[in-house]
């Protein structure tokens, strides 16, 4: 059964950068499309950044080329390297396996997913 643990979150700075990383175990990270989805304060779970098996991106209309997410397969790593960080960025983030990459997903699609992480708390503050 596929686990999937998130790291690299904290505090940040306006413009700052961060670079979360998703490690899976119990099955090879190759055979799944991960993506991102996060969860701000009082507010509903949205798509951020998806990467099919074959290194297709999905991103999410925010992400703006502020945010790249890639993979490594022989690490069994997938990373969000966030640049350009903004307040409204604050959130917990999640990683998870996708059947297909989808970041416009209604909020309560994200939840449903079969295995996602416990989560890492990305904070921007001044």
């Known amino acids: 059964q596929l686990q999937l643990v998130e790291s690299g979150g904290g505090l940040v700075q306006p413009g700052g950068s961060l670079r979360l990383s998703c490690v899976a175990s119990g099955s090879p990270l190759d055979y799944y499309t991960i993506g991102w989805f996060r969860q701000a304060p009082g507010k509903e779970p949205e798509g951020v950044s998806c990467i099919e098996r074959d290194g297709s991106i999905v991103d999410a209309d925010f992400v703006k080329a502020r945010f790249t997410i890639a993979r490594d397969n022989a690490e069994n790593t997938v990373y969000l390297q966030m640049d350009s960080l903004k307040p409204e960025d604050t959130a917990v983030y999640y990683c998870?396996?996708?059947?297909?990459?989808?970041?416009?997903?209604?909020?309560?699609?994200?939840?449903?997913?079969?295995?996602w992480g416990q989560g890492t708390q990305v904070t921007v503050s001044s």
């Open positions: 998870a396996s996708f059947p297909a990459c989808e970041v416009h997903a209604p909020s309560g699609y994200y939840t449903l997913l079969d295995y």
